[in-house]
């Protein structure tokens, strides 16, 4: 093991450049990485927390058959939650609200009709339930801050993808340094290796301080990405939350741990798959 390990520097060294590139790849890779699965995790809360507060309103005409509504809005997959609100309870929720409510009411009667009011699952169901609640026969109309709900569900959703794209492009890159790097070092000691092939060195012998290169690289950069993310993240969310006080920003270290420890992990695999393929289809090319 030693010996596989002194020949793994040494081929660090010797393929500087290629290493150089590689390690940084990688590092940039997963620190974006890094900042894509926090970020999701904000949106995942931010679209939790939007969830809650949500609430599709479907006014009512007057005369409709609010039993047989209701059962039809329950039954829908979507709808987690139905309540029905008389016009009377309406009023007094807007009087709260609106004390000349009330006055205005007891001129003119109550211009509030019944209402009922639904949740839904996921948020992103709330455009599709509202049409759907609209064409519901006795229902007037249907409101659920359509403004506000589809532009922060259709903003977050296409932050979460370009950041996987993002993420997939630099992965891919990162193996392609990989390889390059891998096969540079196998060519560079090709007379070596085919000397070690007719002493009847085995594949795995000769493939070991190539595995254990990537293996370190993939280590190296997931402890750096590790060590830039989590004080920039910390002071990012800190920053966000002077900024906007509502959003629910994950500054905890039971969230943030696992995804520096998953960093480390996938820096660790990735340097290892790219140099088992490499080995393998390099060393193939030379026989």
Do not use: C, W
């Not at 660090?12 to 890779?29: E, H, P, V």
């Not at 205005?104 to 949740?119: H, K, Q, S, Y």
């Not at 599709?128 to 359509?146: C, F, I, M, N, S």
């Not at 594949?203 to 990405?225: D, Q, T």
């Amino acid at each position: 093991m030693n010996f596989h390990f002194r020949e793994a520097m040494l081929q660090m060294r010797g393929n500087f450049t290629a290493t150089f590139s590689t390690l940084i790849t990688m590092t940039l890779t997963l620190l974006m990485l890094g900042f894509v699965v926090l970020l999701t995790l904000n949106v995942d809360r931010t679209l939790s927390q939007l969830e809650s507060q949500v609430e599709i309103a479907a006014f009512l005409s007057d005369g409709a058959d609010t039993g047989a509504l209701t059962q039809a809005v329950r039954d829908q997959p979507q709808v987690t939650e139905v309540r029905l609100v008389d016009k009377t309870q309406v009023l007094s929720e807007m009087s709260r609200d609106y004390p000349y409510a009330e006055e205005a009411a007891t001129l003119a009667g109550n211009p509030f009709p019944d209402t009922l009011r639904l949740r839904v699952a996921r948020v992103e169901d709330s455009r599709a339930v509202a049409e759907l609640v609209r064409k519901l026969p006795g229902v007037t109309d249907v409101e659920y801050g359509a403004g506000y709900v589809d532009q922060t569900v259709k903003t977050l959703s296409t932050v979460r993808g370009a950041g996987y794209a993002l993420v997939g492009l630099l992965l891919v890159g990162t193996l392609f340094n990989i390889l390059s790097a891998v096969r540079v070092a196998i060519y560079a000691r090709r007379n070596e290796i085919s000397v070690m092939r007719l002493l009847g060195a085995t594949r795995a012998f000769i493939r070991a301080p190539h595995l254990i290169e990537g293996v370190l690289l993939g280590l190296l950069a997931g402890l750096i990405a590790s060590g830039l993310l989590a004080p920039s993240y910390l002071e990012l969310s800190l920053r966000v939350q002077q900024l906007v006080p509502v959003l629910p920003i994950i500054t905890d270290l039971s969230t943030i741990s696992p995804v520096l420890v998953g960093l480390l992990l996938l820096g660790v695999l990735v340097g290892l798959a790219g140099s088992l393929f490499a080995t393998r289809r390099y060393l193939r090319e030379l026989e």
